[in-house]
């Protein structure tokens, strides 16, 4: 079977398969579920970032006190500067997971999946050879001659 034979079959097994309202009710699930597992490492990784800054707080008030006491030396002022880094750097990353958490969906409907499919189908059928050029490229289409099977 030549490439562009097979090619051909590839992208109206994609439109049979994919391209269809049972493969955007897959999709949507899949979406979901993936959009809720980033969620929660989102969550996961906001608490321990909130754990971590907690601790720096309270390393710094006892900090402090050792200065208000009068414990003030070259180990001190060291520890001083490393803890506010560190304090400023776990607000930073704080900052930056809630400035993502707007950005990104939280769900995705049928309307939205079936909208980018027939994008997809249109971008399949307005230029075959550059989606055929694209597959090359992605997908690894090795030809193989079919053996036949033996009778049972």
């Known amino acids: 079977m030549k490439i562009d034979a097979i090619e051909r079959t590839l992208l109206a097994a994609i439109r049979e398969k994919v391209l269809n309202p049972a493969a955007g009710r897959y999709l949507v699930v899949g979406v979901n579920q993936h959009l809720e597992r980033q969620a929660a490492q989102a969550m996961d990784q906001r608490r321990r970032l909130e754990q971590q800054l907690e601790h720096i707080e309270a390393e710094l008030a006892n900090i402090e006190k050792a200065i ?85």
């Open 68 to 152: 208000l006491a009068g414990v003030v030396t070259d180990t001190t002022t060291a520890l001083l500067k490393d803890r506010e880094a560190q304090r400023q750097s776990l607000r930073a990353r704080l900052q930056a997971l809630d400035g993502q958490r707007g950005k990104g969906r939280r769900r995705v409907d049928d309307a939205l999946i079936a909208n980018q499919l027939a994008k997809l189908d249109e971008v399949l059928n307005e230029d075959t050879e550059a989606a055929n050029a694209f597959l090359r490229q992605h997908v690894k289409i090795r030809c193989t001659r079919a053996t036949p099977t033996a009778p049972r």
